[in-house]
């Protein structure tokens, strides 16, 4: 078995990786955190451009865990810049792989609660706009395909129902 | 703004994407299928090996959409060679990009009812072996880090239980 690093970047690596015949494609990132935070006017959505896809989305606040932070760091850390909020009630709901058959990066969903007001400074790069939503108007968006969204995205709204 | 190719593959292409002062590094990903197949003994799920995060996983069957399928012909294929079942009913019941951060990769899950069995044969670099769970013991063996899954694999899971 080798392995051939074809790129070393900011946010992802990608690997060949040759066992026997077969050459996997193998793209290495880090985890992730997505947040659920239901509030009186509903669960915070982040409407945001996503570059990789050419389009919108409507996902819940989520972003990357940074050297040194644990995921719960991360997510506290995500739910003030992109959304304006902290919590004081902290729970991992799950984790999972978003892509397992080629990629690395794992993505843990968390509930906060017991919300209060915090100050929101999203990345510079980063234009979004926060929308509430109740579960079933945003999943009802979801699966008519008026919006676009990410996988984890449906886990936290079809949680957030249970 | 400008693209550059870092790399194109069998699979996927690694492009930079510059805008501005930023640079995007972004992954090019064709579309997957997931089945959500819920038969007498328990819904149809595939523990294997997955290069990409060094361990196993239990998943719903899935894959890639091949050129020229639509994405109910790959689901039906991906459901005969992981499972070695057919479907007389099927529902497309979501689609969501797995990571629209850096990746286009869009999954679709579906539902498929009315099964028969078919012939199973699995790609001959993929070994996999067929477990039937309830949807709530595959979820509590999830949640508890038990086995490791996928994102969309937990949509399905969830949606199996409403």
Redesign the interface.
Known sequence: MSREY??R????N?VL?R?GN??????E?GP?VMILAQTPQGVALVHQH?????GD?L?LP?G?VEPGETLLDAAQRELAEEVGLGARGWEL???????????????SVFRAWDLYESRRAPDP?EQMQVVYLSPAEALAL??S?EV????????GL??AQ?
């Not at 077969?22 to 793209?27: D, G, K």
Request: proline content about 5%.
């Open positions: 074809v790129y970047g900011r946010i992802l990608l990786e066992d077969t050459t996997y494609e193998l793209v990132h992730a996503r570059p990789a896809i050419g989305t996902e989520a990357l709901l799950v984790s999972a792989y978003v892509s397992p058959g080629f990629c690395s990066e794992k993505l790069d979801i699966r395909g676009e969204t990410s996988a984890p995205t449906v886990i079809l949680l249970t």
